[in-house]
């Protein structure tokens, strides 16, 4: 049992570990704060800055104004889309860094990993000292880029909501990283790809289609995605009038509003076709006109990121959907076959992935396709 | 109970402060860039004797601006988780209360998720902004806790077995509420949620949180270890420890809104991190016996040493991405309880 002389002793064990221990909190700080000067002085002064323009200054898609630094040499990227931007840009050499999930074109496998779009590795992206990091709202987490804040490495973050959006913002992007012409080059040619088809689809009726992101759960698209704008593009309207991004959908209510057309992302495990296999097995499916009629279309998952490579995923689902679209012109279509003025690009979009990896991340929960 | 001596406790406290040094040079070490033992020593003096500018620079930013502050949060989060777990088990005389068992967790996810609903809609600085999050998991924390107690109480007197059904209902009442907001909610940054849930230590906190976690700490774990030879008392009984003069009702209350706040400080800035407040206490009492006068501050050093070992392990297992430091201690914590359990009924 304690007496007073145990608790006298105690205090002053309590006061001896305090003291040691009340060392270390006021010791860190300053280890910090001598650090952040350290970085600060690495920087030149500002005075030089204006003789030659060592930084620019942007506005990124969320509003933050980003100093990049000129011209940018090292870029990590934390998403695939954006990833897949640098190439269509031609800056493959530049980017040092990118995620697990970044697996097109196939080199971007090669390069650099620094973890997943949502758990990257901070000391990882550190190391490779990159001039600027591209981050997008809808993928990366807010807390990463707070954090790449605090260690002074500059983060640019896209947005982008409709496919005129993933244009703009591509041409945004290359004006960032120091490539304008690139960037205005690839804006010109997606628009052309997609004024092509506008024309082509003019006076066809829109199919109503279940875009189908996820099967079990089944999970589609909401109103206010890009995938719900790239398939208006492709002459196809969502039946899914849902707020979420992400709504996940009952049979009960997709057996009401009976689609035309089922629309398939390829996946890695099984390609869309298994899937489709899989889903009109399943009791309730069979009730479906687009089951039993088989009317479905497997696209590349190049719709699933909001990139360049996405126009070709659109022009794919429009053949699927509107065939006839695409042969009542044969004089036309003859002449729309000619190469594309810019090679580069052209080629970019007529690469299809057959066998692409899964790129969900499983801590992604509420967006199960990889943006 | 052996007598107490100073020099027994500060012996039992150096092993366990040179276990945590070796165990934070290694977690210095390991990581997505490799150290040397002997340019980190050099660095490591260097800071000592403020000559910072001599580091060599490749390795400053991320020695010293990203590992060594995660490693000083997990050293904090887990003294501060565990020495509440140690406090909650001796006040409610139950091995199984903890921080995660009481709700106080879940109650602060439910204040995050609010704090990032809401930040949009607040213009406001992005300096404040940032401090949104733990002030908001702090709230929500705080509530759950007072709501918890409340409930628990019995006759005016808090009954330990309503008091852990009260919390095990809130808490799973509060993951409804959460599941509810994540799938129903749209365009907000809200994937970063089943992260924080499970816990991490990845993403610093604003300076001032640290300061604050860090004297919440002492403050709140100080005024626990005052009440330690009362809480050895209550071990007996609650009657017998009024027969000995113990102001039960006081110490019951002081212990709790204390142990409450380390608790909240911790799931502010780290997310759930469950079974160190639980099991740390546990392992501690085997080596060093039921004394809280020892158990206190052994558990605190405990506490730090198994987050950061943990915190180690997340951030290297499947390097270069991170697992939740929390995904890290359950899979851990979970088979050594049941191996605890299993090995006092035997």
């Known amino acids: ?371 | 109970m052996r007598p107490l001596t100073l020099g027994r406790l500060l012996g039992h406290c150096a092993i366990l402060a040179a276990v945590l040094f070796v165990v934070v040079v290694i977690a210095l070490k390991l990581g997505a860039v490799p150290v040397s033992l002997y340019g980190l020593g050099r660095d490591l003096l260097r800071v000592l004797f403020r000559q910072t500018s001599q580091l060599s620079s490749e390795y400053q930013l991320i020695i010293f601006d990203i590992r060594l502050p995660r490693i000083l949060l997990g050293i904090f989060v887990g003294a501060s988780l565990s020495v509440a777990g140690a406090s909650f088990q001796a006040l409610l005389r139950n091995p199984l209360a903890d921080p995660y068992v009481l709700g106080v967790s879940s109650g602060a996810a439910v204040g995050a998720i609010i704090a990032l609903i809401v930040e949009p809609h607040l213009a406001l600085a992005p300096a404040v902004a940032a401090l949104l999050t733990p002030v908001g998991a702090f709230l929500g924390a705080a509530i759950t806790v007072t709501a918890v107690y409340f409930l628990g109480l019995r006759e005016g007197r808090i009954d330990s077995s309503t008091l852990l059904l009260a919390g095990i209902i809130s808490a799973s009442f509060l993951q409804a509420i959460i599941m509810f907001f994540m799938s129903t909610l749209t365009g907000g940054n809200y994937r970063g949620i089943a992260f924080w849930m499970m816990g991490e230590l990845q993403t610093p906190p604003p300076q001032i949180v640290s300061l604050i976690l860090r004297f919440g700490f002492f403050l709140a774990a100080g005024v626990i270890y005052t009440t330690a030879p009362d809480l050895n008392l209550l071990l007996a009984g609650e009657k017998e420890a009024m027969h000995l003069g113990v102001d039960v009702r006081r110490v019951r209350l002081v212990v709790y809104i204390a142990a409450s706040l380390l608790t909240g400080l911790a799931v502010s800035v780290s997310g759930a991190i469950g079974y160190v407040g639980l099991l740390v206490p546990h392992v501690m009492r085997l080596i060093f016996g039921s004394d809280h006068r020892v158990l206190l501050p052994t558990t605190a050093l405990g506490g730090a040493i198994a987050v950061v070992i943990a915190d180690t392990l997340a951030r290297t297992v499947v390097s270069p991405a991170e697992l939740p430091v929390g995904a890290m201690t359950a899979i851990a914590g979970a088979p050594l309880f049941l191996y605890l359990m299993r090995r006092r009924l035997a």
């Not at chain 1, 006021?26 to 500002?46: D, K």
């Not at chain 1, 934390?78 to 995620?99: C, F, I, K, N, W």
């Not at chain 1, 983060?155 to 909501?161: M, N, Q, R, V, W």
Request: with cysteine; proline share 9%; net charge negative.
């Open chain 1, 1 to 371: 049992m304690p007496t007073p002389n145990d608790a006298r002793k105690n205090t002053a064990a309590g006061s001896a570990i305090a003291a040691l221990l009340l060392y270390a909190i006021l010791a860190c700080p300053a280890v910090r704060v001598q650090a952040q000067t350290l970085i600060q002085t690495q920087t030149p002064p500002s005075g030089t800055a204006v003789a030659t323009p060592l930084y620019k200054e942007f506005v990124d898609e969320v509003g933050r104004t980003v100093r990049v630094p000129q011209p940018v040499q090292r870029i990590v990227s934390l998403a695939p889309s954006l990833t897949e931007t640098v190439y269509a840009l031609g800056l493959q050499d530049r980017l040092v860094g990118d995620t697990d999930y970044c697996d097109y074109p196939p080199d971007a496998q090669k390069k650099t990993k620094v973890g997943g779009a949502i758990n990257p590795s901070l000391e990882e992206i550190a190391s490779l000292r990159p001039d600027l990091v591209l981050v997008t709202k809808s993928l990366n987490r807010i807390e990463t880029v707070h954090s790449l804040d605090s260690l002074g490495i500059p983060s640019y973050a896209t947005d982008p909501h409709t496919v005129n959006e993933i244009i703009s913002s591509t041409e945004r992007l290359a004006e960032v990283l120091g490539v304008p012409e690139a960037g205005a080059t690839l804006g010109v040619d997606l628009e052309h790809h997609l004024a092509d088809l506008h024309q082509r689809l003019n006076g066809v009726p829109p199919l109503r289609v279940l875009f189908i992101v996820w099967s079990d759960p089944l999970v589609s698209v909401g109103k206010g995605t890009f995938i719900a704008d790239a398939l208006k593009l492709a002459g196809a309207i969502s039946i899914v009038d849902a707020a979420q991004d992400w709504p996940q959908m009952s049979l009960e209510e997709v057996v009401r509003l009976q689609p035309d057309f089922l629309v398939f992302a390829e996946t890695h495990s099984d390609n869309g076709r298994t899937q489709f296999d899989v889903l009109a097995e399943r009791p309730g499916w069979r009730g479906l006109d687009a089951v039993r009629n088989r009317r479905f279309a497997v696209i590349s998952d190049a719709v699933n990121r909001p990139a360049p490579r996405i126009v070709s995923a659109i022009e794919d689902l429009a053949r699927q959907l509107h065939p006839e679209a695409f042969s009542a012109h044969p004089e036309d279509e003859k002449e729309k076959k000619a190469p594309p003025p810019a090679p580069q690009h052209g080629q970019l979009l007529s690469l299809r992935m057959v066998d692409s990896p899964v790129s969900g991340n499983f801590f992604t929960e509420d967006c199960p396709c990889a943006l």
